[in-house]
């Protein structure tokens, strides 16, 4: 069983910028693609970035493009999404998850607490 546990969200203004942490435990990340994602109460829940096991493949929603920046330290377990200009509409609150592609691992299924980001203009 997967554990994770993300941290760094807040209250910011328009034009600032965060940075988060997924932690893993009961696992390691050396061999995961990993994923982070959002939600807005009454929305879907919205793919943000990838990053493959190894770090090598990256990809990001055309949303957040030179905006976001995602990375990983293997020998922490620990994925990291650098957030920049930050906008209102990225209030929501993030979470981070083995990743297939743009979309959770079919199999994964425990959600860790997500970190909350309200972004006032």
């Known amino acids: 069983q997967v554990l994770l546990v993300e941290s760094g969200g807040g209250l910011v203004q328009a034009g600032d910028s965060l940075k988060f942490t997924c932690t893993a435990s009961?696992?390691?990340?050396?061999?995961?693609?990993m994923g982070w994602f959002r939600q807005v109460p009454g929305k879907e829940r919205e793919f943000l970035a990838f990053?493959?096991?190894?770090?090598?493949?990256?990809y990001y929603h055309d949303s957040v493009k030179g905006r976001f920046t995602i990375s990983r330290d293997n020998g922490k377990n620990t994925v990291y999404l650098q957030m920049n200009n930050l906008k209102p509409e990225d209030t929501a609150v993030y979470y981070c998850?083995?990743?297939?592609?743009?979309?959770?691992?079919?199999?994964?299924?425990?959600w860790g607490q997500g970190t909350q980001v309200t972004v006032s203009s």
């Open positions: 998850a083995p990743a297939l592609g743009r979309a959770p691992a079919g199999w994964f299924h425990s």
């Open positions: 009961g696992s390691s990340f050396s061999e995961e693609n």
């Open positions: 990053i493959g096991g190894a770090g090598a493949t990256i």
